[in-house]
């Protein structure tokens, strides 16, 4: 079992719709991370979080650390918001880190 | 300026051939990190440098070995490649994970094609 899961696995969304992403993870933690992968590849980190919430722009993350789950929230989907968007945890006490398979996102016009 | 740069891109090569990527970052980070990603998108970390000790390694083969000639740079280096080794090489870099400030910054990946 992965000490990381997300769902769902595949998400696609028309434009403008609400987004939501969710990762479990089975381990303490001391960070979670939210990356996202474009189709060209490309990897960049959109979020850490220790607890609570943060926002950027369009993107919301949230974190519960009693129920070991986080949540990514894309508000009005555009289509260049299709990617792929990978949970990541850092295990605490140690240097681990354990990633999501990821969730690949298709948002149409 | 691209803060984390790999080199090449792209790398085919035979089996049984000895090849290396080279990683550099200029964001005065302390710890760097390479990642690989299967075919099947998923990323698993591989090391982690910080301040040019290892202090991650996981799983992986001893054909693959590390050298990080300064903080700056993370290079790694394969032997004796495998088919199983073809794959989407990602370096990236962070400050000190223990002071909360690991944000990652990724490079372009390097894929590797062993023929």
């Known amino acids: 079992k992965n000490e990381v899961e997300q769902s769902p696995q595949n998400l696609t969304a028309q434009e403008g719709e609400f987004i939501t992403i969710n990762c479990s993870y089975s381990v303490g933690i001391s960070a979670l991370h939210w990356l996202q992968q474009h189709p060209g590849g490309g990897i960049v980190s959109l979020f850490m979080l220790s607890s609570g919430k943060k926002k950027h722009g369009r993107l919301i993350a949230t974190i519960n650390i009693q129920e070991k789950h986080s949540s990514l929230h894309i508000t009005a989907s555009h289509p260049r918001d299709s990617a792929v968007y990978i949970c990541a945890v850092r295990q605490t006490g140690a240097n681990n880190l354990f990633f999501g398979t990821g969730t690949r996102l298709t948002v149409i016009p | 300026d691209t803060a984390v740069s790999q080199t090449p891109k792209y790398l085919v090569t035979q089996m049984g051939n000895d090849k290396s990527i080279k990683c550099e970052q200029n964001l005065g980070h302390d710890t760097m990190y390479w990642y690989k990603q299967d075919s099947k998108k998923f990323l698993k970390i591989m090391f982690s440098?910080?301040?040019?000790?290892?202090?991650i390694n996981e799983t992986v083969p001893n054909r693959f070995s590390p050298k990080s000639p300064d903080k700056a740079h993370l290079n790694l280096h394969i032997n004796s490649l495998e088919l199983g080794d073809s794959a989407v090489y990602f370096c990236a870099s962070s400050q000190d994970p223990g002071q909360g400030r690991e944000t990652q910054y990724f490079g372009p990946g390097t894929r590797l094609l062993v023929l």
């Open positions: 440098y910080n301040n040019k000790e290892l202090i």
